[in-house]
């Protein structure tokens, strides 16, 4: 099995950018397909970003060309670097793990198995 801790979240204005970060341990990332969520108030949880195993990178329509989805494996995490941030991006973020075995779609958070307790980003206008 793998844990998950998410860091780097916080409070920023429009437009600035953030960096958060998903620290793994017990496996390596490079195991798992890591994806990243994020959950606003009174909204479902949804989709962000993904990174697979063998490093290729998936992204929402709503943060293609704005975010990026990395791996240092190095460092055992994933970072997902976030710019001209909106207030619509206000969320609690998570990262999650999904075995490669486990068949898509990549962007339902029931094929993760392993999640990390989430980091706040407000982003203020």
């Known amino acids: 099995q793998v844990q998950l801790v998410e860091s780097g979240g916080g409070l920023v204005q429009a437009g600035d950018s953030l960096r958060v970060s998903c620290a793994a341990s017990g496996q390596t990332v490079t195991s798992y397909d890591i994806g990243w969520f994020r959950q606003a108030p009174g909204k479902e949880r949804e989709f962000v970003a993904q990174?697979?195993?063998?490093?290729?990178?998936y992204y929402t329509d709503s943060v293609r060309g704005r975010f990026t989805i990395s791996r240092d494996n190095a460092k055992n995490t994933v970072y997902l670097q976030m710019n001209s941030l909106k207030s619509e991006d206000t969320a609690v973020y998570y990262c999650?793990?999904?075995?490669?075995?486990?068949?898509?779609?990549?962007?339902?958070?029931?094929?993760?198995?392993?999640w990390g307790q989430g980091t706040q980003v407000i982003v203020s206008s």
């Open positions: 990174i697979e195993i063998g490093g290729t990178a």
């Open positions: 999650a793990a999904k075995n490669w075995f486990v068949q898509s779609p990549r962007d339902d958070s029931k094929k993760y198995a392993y």
